[in-house]
């Protein structure tokens, strides 16, 4: 298996604009995670989906950050309008199933607004 | 809530040195605790795991052992290399199996040839 896909592995856009990253995560995995990981905040859990449902999206920061999971191979964290302070690295991880299994982290996405 | 406590960094060590970095949780119930270990430019990768109380995780000539009295989960390595300058990350995941990992706000590991 490839390992989590993420695009793109590097954005650089103005604030204001749209962004969309992407992640595909490993196939027979039921769980997906967003994080965002910044020098001043550490690691982030922003969301996460269960059988393409999402579960707990209580760490999206806010209105601005929407996740998506229309179906088991694919998923998109969209930022609008983007803000100089959503720089950081963006990770998708995803897992077999909860509790003891590990997750399984994509290379991630670094995002530069400016 | 759960929560997860790391030593703060940066650590760094000579090559060949003993590493101790500390980790203790809280927690209800009966968590499993991992260690990620992350490569610059890098996501995490799983570096070991225990899933319950006395257990010890070992990988790469890392180890952890899962105490449950002093609640803690402390990472060793006799002799570091170069190569395992990194971000450790201790987590740990809820005993109710929502699929959560609580990590910890990880410590970077530098060694000195």
């Known amino acids: 298996d490839a390992g989590v896909i993420q695009s793109p592995r590097h954005e650089v856009t103005e604030m204001g604009q749209e962004v969309t990253l992407r992640c595909k995560p490993i196939?027979?995995?039921?769980?997906l995670f967003w994080y965002r990981q910044t020098m001043m905040r550490g690691l982030e859990l922003l969301i996460y989906?269960?059988?393409?449902?999402?579960?707990?999206d209580s760490g999206m920061p806010e209105d601005r950050f929407s996740a998506k999971m229309p179906n088991a191979s694919f998923s998109t964290l969209k930022i609008q309008p983007s803000e100089p302070r959503d720089s950081a690295v963006y990770f998708c991880?995803?897992?077999?199933?909860?509790?003891?299994?590990?997750?399984?982290f994509g290379p991630g996405t670094r995002l530069t607004v400016t | 809530g759960n929560s997860v406590t790391q030593m703060e960094g940066p650590v760094t060590l000579s090559e060949e040195a003993f590493l101790t970095i500390n980790c203790t949780y809280t927690?209800?119930?009966?968590?499993?605790l991992f260690w990620y270990v992350q490569y610059p430019g890098e996501g995490l990768q799983l570096l070991l795991k225990a899933t319950k109380a006395d257990d010890k995780g070992s990988n790469k000539g890392f180890e952890a052992t899962y105490r449950k009295e002093t609640t803690s989960f402390h990472l060793e390595k006799g002799s570091v290399q170069v190569s395992d300058s990194a971000v450790y990350f201790c987590?740990?995941?809820?005993?109710?199996?929502?699929?959560?990992?609580?990590f910890g706000q990880g410590t970077t590991l530098q060694v000195k040839p």
């Open positions: 987590a740990l995941s809820g005993s109710s199996n929502t699929g959560k990992l609580i």
């Open positions: 991880a995803s897992s077999l199933d909860g509790g003891i299994n590990e997750q399984y």
């Open positions: 196939s027979g995995h039921d769980y």
């Open positions: 989906f269960n059988n393409n449902v999402p579960i707990d």
């Open positions: 927690a209800t119930g009966y968590p499993s």
